[in-house]
């Protein structure tokens, strides 16, 4: 019987061990778990970080893009808003218009009259067919190219006087400052005077510097300046060419 103590001491023993392997693994286990969890949960940090800061770079580019954007669609919504006004007030703006220019060209110098007063006669005719957007598109050509006359040199062949008097001539056309015309021969020349409604005309001298005038327009000579009497005064050419 005295010998089965320590045999029952070592058991006792070889039990705690086993015991003591088993909760220092159990421990172990639960260290590496709790370690992949913290790996995890850092790694998870650091990506939450990294999309923090690019939403917060796209929001800074986004943010002047939404305000162009805003603004864009508050002008747009003050045009809409006005946009009844526009409408009903375009067709007599447009109705003034075609009456100054109507006005320009019955009291402006009478170079190309017949082909002004057409285009002038159709802004008038076939208006119902057309939309308002059409007509003020017909209107502001007609003002285009009555401005750009005040910027032009021009020459063509053409006939001054009536009756008996009639007779072909070349015309010259120094903007809207002087308007001149000379016989094929050269030896009979004038110069338009606004102010009086008539032709004035030019002597010897005067008519060469139109010969010159002309063959500049035709580009036959190279541009020199020219020495003529003006048919209107500056102050007004400028003024209507504005």
Same mark, same amino acid.
């Given at each position: 019987m005295a010998a089965a103590g320590p045999?029952?001491?070592?058991?006792?023993?070889?039990?705690?061990?086993?015991?003591?392997?088993?909760?220092?693994?159990?421990?172990?286990?639960?260290?590496?778990?709790?370690d992949d969890e913290a790996r995890a949960m850092l790694e998870e940090l650091r990506e939450l970080e990294l999309a923090e800061r690019r939403?917060?770079?796209?929001?800074?580019?986004?943010?002047?893009?939404?305000e162009r954007q805003a603004e864009a669609l508050a002008r747009r919504e003050a045009a809409l808003d006005t946009l009844a006004d526009t409408r009903e007030a375009l067709p007599p703006l447009q109705?003034?218009?075609?009456?100054r220019i109507e006005q320009w060209v019955e009291n402006d110098m009478p170079f190309l009259r017949q082909e002004r007063q057409a285009r002038v006669v159709s802004l008038r005719s076939n208006t119902e067919a057309l939309s308002i957007a059409e007509r003020w598109?017909?209107?502001?050509?007609?003002w285009r190219a009555?401005?750009?006359y005040g910027r032009e040199m021009d020459a063509w062949r053409g006939y001054v006087g009536e009756g008996d008097s009639r007779r072909e001539v070349d015309?010259?056309?120094? #903007? =809207?400052? /002087?308007?001149?015309?000379? &016989?094929?021969? #050269? =030896?009979? /020349?004038?110069?338009?005077? &606004?102010?009086? #409604? =008539?032709?004035?005309?030019?002597?010897?001298?005067?008519?060469?510097?139109?010969?010159?005038?002309?063959r500049m327009a035709r580009d036959r000579r190279a541009p020199e300046l020219l020495t003529l009497p003006i048919s209107q005064p500056l102050e007004r050419a400028g003024g209507e060419d504005a």
């Open positions: 045999v029952l001491g070592e058991d006792s023993l070889r039990h705690e061990a086993r015991e003591a392997q088993r909760s220092q693994a159990e421990l172990q286990s639960r260290i590496d778990a709790a939403l917060v770079r796209e929001s800074d580019e986004l943010a002047p893009r939404l109705e003034r218009l075609v009456e598109e017909r209107v502001v050509e007609t009555e401005l750009a015309y010259l056309r120094l #903007g =809207r400052v /002087g308007f001149y015309y000379l &016989s094929p021969d #050269g =030896r009979a /020349g004038g110069v338009w005077q &606004s102010d009086e #409604g =008539r032709w004035a005309p030019l002597d010897e001298a005067q008519r060469r510097e139109v010969r010159n005038g002309l």
